[in-house]
């Protein structure tokens, strides 16, 4: 009893004074001998559970053996996850095979610190009274299936379409899946006063940029015609075949009530978020005592919230936000993150953008 009341005290203590979060600071409040739980009998038999799973095969034994190495650092690491966000359920997900800098590589891509575009206005401040308790832009018809960027830095493409989805939606009754793969290929927009601030394809972007080169190239074309293929390629973009149009956008403030007076008005919101929690997410509502609000490295797309569901312990149950992401539906809870509100959880309240679509 003693021993897990002094964990607490570490976790609050790190809650209350850390700034930052990963895993140099998750280890310092973790003890050594929780850290190597994991018994290396185990992990084979766990590591061929999730090659099955997911259809792994490596071309060497070598590969095989370093794969395995690096599957076991992360079971651990989802078990400290899992005690510093007790709420959320962590383990084994289709990236537990790779290095927390290989999946930052490979399946985020927001670029961080940019200026926003001279054109992005921010929103007026809008009425909160009688917002409703919940609220899901899913059960509403305006939000299309989980899509997959796949091991391209593109996250940011899939948030400004599925905003501007959205609200082409509101406005002419019609859910179109946009392409992302345009905005891959053809976005190369830039804010000239910051530097290394063009969107680059799977190198990462910002969906303020995306937005600004919407308005200026006329529109987006539908997912069929534009299809993704998870690369850089060449841009073939046809006017004469724009599906959705940008009418404005706009920054919203990092207030919550107004964020969701927003989400409720204009349609899914478009929101950086720092993914340190999301590599070994498996499901519930994400509340983690350590994340840091000004790493933002992740795209994804805001589509409603509920009044409660989780509750910690001595708590009663807590509202949360509804991500849908773009790793796939076989990530997450059918390839969506539950993130609890009130707090700017990981930053989420930091950049977060409406869309108007315009209704032709």
């Not at 850089?232 to 920054?251: E, L, R, Y």
Request: include cysteine; glycine fraction near 8%.
């Amino acid at each position: 009893m003693k021993h897990h009341s002094f964990i607490s005290l570490l976790l609050l203590f790190a809650a209350v004074t850390a700034i930052a979060g990963d895993d140099p600071l998750i280890r310092q409040v973790i003890p050594e001998e929780e850290q190597a739980a994991v018994p290396l009998s185990n992990v084979e038999h766990h590591f061929n559970q999730f090659k099955t799973k997911f259809g792994r095969t490596y071309a060497t034994e070598e590969e095989h053996d370093y794969r395995m190495k690096v599957f076991k650092a992360n079971l651990r690491r989802a078990e400290r996850h899992q005690v510093l966000d007790p709420t959320a359920q962590h383990g084994v997900t289709k990236f537990s095979d790779l290095t927390p800098a290989e999946f930052r590589k490979k399946y985020l891509g927001l670029k961080k610190s940019l200026k926003l575009p001279a054109d992005a206005n921010k929103a007026p401040v809008l009425p909160t009274n009688g917002l409703p308790e919940e609220f899901d832009w899913r059960e509403k018809g305006a939000v299309t299936p989980v899509k997959n960027q796949g091991s391209c830095g593109s996250c940011w493409s899939f948030s400004t379409t599925g905003a501007l989805e959205g609200s082409h939606f509101l406005q002419t009754g019609e859910l179109v899946s946009l392409s992302e793969q345009q905005l891959v290929d053809c976005d190369h927009e830039c804010d000239p006063a910051e530097y290394n601030s063009c969107d680059s394809g799977c190198n990462g972007g910002l969906m303020n940029n995306a937005f600004e080169y919407i308005l200026k190239a006329g529109g987006l074309q539908k997912e069929e015609d534009y299809p993704y293929t998870g690369i850089d390629g060449t841009c073939h973009f046809d006017k004469s075949k724009i599906a959705a149009s940008v009418s404005n956008f706009s920054v919203i403030s990092a207030d919550e009530d107004q964020i969701a007076a927003n989400l409720v008005k204009y349609g899914p919101l478009a929101i950086g978020i720092n993914a340190a929690w999301m590599q070994t997410y498996i499901g519930q509502v994400s509340c983690p005592y350590i994340c840091s609000k000004q790493n933002l490295d992740h795209a994804v797309l805001l589509v409603g919230y509920a009044a409660a569901g989780y509750a910690p312990l001595r708590f009663k149950d807590k509202p949360y936000w509804i991500v849908k992401n773009s790793w796939g539906a076989d990530w997450g809870e059918d390839g969506y993150y539950k993130v609890c509100s009130g707090y700017n959880a990981c930053g989420m309240n930091n950049m977060v953008s409406a869309v108007v679509a315009t209704n032709a």
